[in-house]
């Protein structure tokens, strides 16, 4: 819609006619996407935000009540590393941490993962734009579980929603709405004839298939969270239809191993491995489980002899490290370059072991609340309506408490990439930490659907 950029508005008064558009059909506030890296070279020596105040000034004349936003579109290839490094700052979605990322149609899911990776490590919120174009996603539905998990958003355009003709892509969509993964509705708005700047009936779609509560969060609550920097609220999904209060039980009981509970979360220090441990939720309360999943505490390997190491205070020339032994205080060395390489490799995945621990304690005490919470209404004399309107409202909490604390998750892990690779350390236990918390979430999350298909 910004116009002469790219593809979209070719001048002022395309602009201003699709702008019209768009407060005809109840819209109010616009968050413009132009392109600045597109393979097709569109608006790449164009100064975006010259553009865009001219234009906000022409919108504010005729229409007061009415606020356009800038931001854009990333285009992520093979060499996505170096388009993020490049690009990905000027993407930023108002100024936010949230970025738009579009791919070619038929990227690889390895492609897709491994950006939503790097841009979150980074510190970007990635937003997949008409997720519902990607080949290989819609060939599989697991591609796309992957990248929710990964913690990408999903925006779907409205149009194909509305009005789409191929039954596999209605068929896809419509998937992706049953199980609450759509983040956005967007326009993709692009001329007045075509791709136009509609979405009023969409929502009508929505709220009339789904509910309003769902339509609402889609087309207004997590674009205003968008904007204005904050947690957009990911739906908490049931896992399949039936006793309603029997499914959010069950999903609060996830919640409460999962909510940071994996990426070394719920280990004890020392060289033993320790378990991640489930919860089952009966009649009478919360009951542990058998432990499944395994991870160990970061270690160094073993020297030839047996040692025990002690990184001291400096009292010798900075940059010497002693190693204490058992044997007498006149035997001891002064450590090898390599040596200090590992201790000190030790030394950062320790410390940021321990913090990520510290999430487990309040966040699953977090958890715990809300799963007495969800429990209660169970016994509460109330209407059916006024105990789903609780079981919502716990459960979109409970949504937020999840994102913030993969927020969290993925903040720490990029600073302690950014502090391995500043000393030119290998950085596998990142990935490891990242790893072993979507394991928990999948294994989790698997055991629960197989307990309530037991139990129905």
């Not at 070279?41 to 606020?67: C, M, N, P, Q, W």
């Amino acid at each position: 819609m910004l116009p002469g950029v790219d593809d979209g508005a070719n001048d002022m008064t395309v602009a201003l006619q699709m702008i019209e558009l768009a407060y005809e059909d109840g819209i109010r506030h616009i968050l413009l996407t132009p392109h600045v890296n597109h393979p097709n070279g569109y608006g790449l020596t164009i100064d975006h935000e010259a553009v865009f105040e001219a234009f906000r000034e022409e919108v504010s004349l005729i229409y007061k009540d009415l606020e356009i936003y800038l931001g854009a579109e990333l285009y992520l290839t093979k060499d996505y590393v170096a388009d993020i490094e490049k690009h990905a700052d000027r993407c930023r979605l108002n100024g936010s941490d949230y970025v738009l990322v579009e791919f070619e149609r038929l990227c690889s899911a390895e492609l897709m993962l491994n950006s939503v990776y790097e841009l979150k490590i980074r510190g970007y919120k990635p937003i997949l734009a008409h997720i519902e174009v990607y080949d290989v996603c819609r060939k599989s539905i697991e591609v796309v579980e992957k990248l929710k998990q990964e913690g990408a958003l999903l925006q779907i355009t409205g149009a194909n929603w509305l009005h789409n003709k191929d039954r596999n892509m209605h068929s896809f969509l419509k998937t992706l709405f049953e199980k609450r993964w759509i983040d956005f509705v967007a326009s993709d708005a692009h001329g007045v004839r075509r791709r136009r700047p509609l979405l009023k009936q969409a929502y009508l779609l929505t709220e009339r298939k789904f509910d309003e509560t769902y339509a609402k969060r889609l087309f207004y609550t997590n674009t205003e969270a968008v904007l204005q920097n904050k947690a957009v609220d990911r739906y908490t999904s049931t896992i399949r239809k039936g006793n309603r209060l029997k499914v959010v039980m069950i999903s609060a009981a996830v919640l409460v191993t999962l909510v940071l509970a994996a990426s070394a979360m719920s280990l004890t220090k020392g060289t033993q491995e320790v378990a991640v441990v489930e919860t089952q939720v009966s009649d009478s309360g919360l009951t542990e489980m058998t432990p499944t999943v395994d991870i160990t505490e970061p270690k160094i390997e073993p020297q030839t002899e047996p040692q025990t190491v002690v990184v001291t205070e400096p009292q010798t020339p900075v940059g010497e490290v002693i190693i204490e032994t058992d044997k007498p205080a006149e035997e001891s060395k002064v450590v090898s370059q390599e040596d200090k390489q590992n201790l000190l490799k030790l030394e950062i995945e320790t410390r940021y072991f321990d913090l990520l621990k510290g999430y487990q304690a309040e966040y699953t005490a977090i958890a715990d609340a809300y799963a007495a919470k969800l429990q209660t209404v169970r016994g509460l004399m109330i209407s059916k309506d006024e105990k789903n309107a609780l079981v919502d409202r716990y459960l979109d909490e409970l949504s937020f408490h999840e994102a913030t604390s993969d927020d969290k998750v993925y903040d720490l892990l990029y600073a302690m990439q950014n502090e391995l690779e500043a000393a030119k350390l290998d950085v596998a236990k990142v990935q490891a930490y990242r790893d072993g918390y979507h394991e928990v979430k999948t294994n989790t999350k698997s055991y629960y659907i197989d307990l309530l298909d037991v139990n129905e």
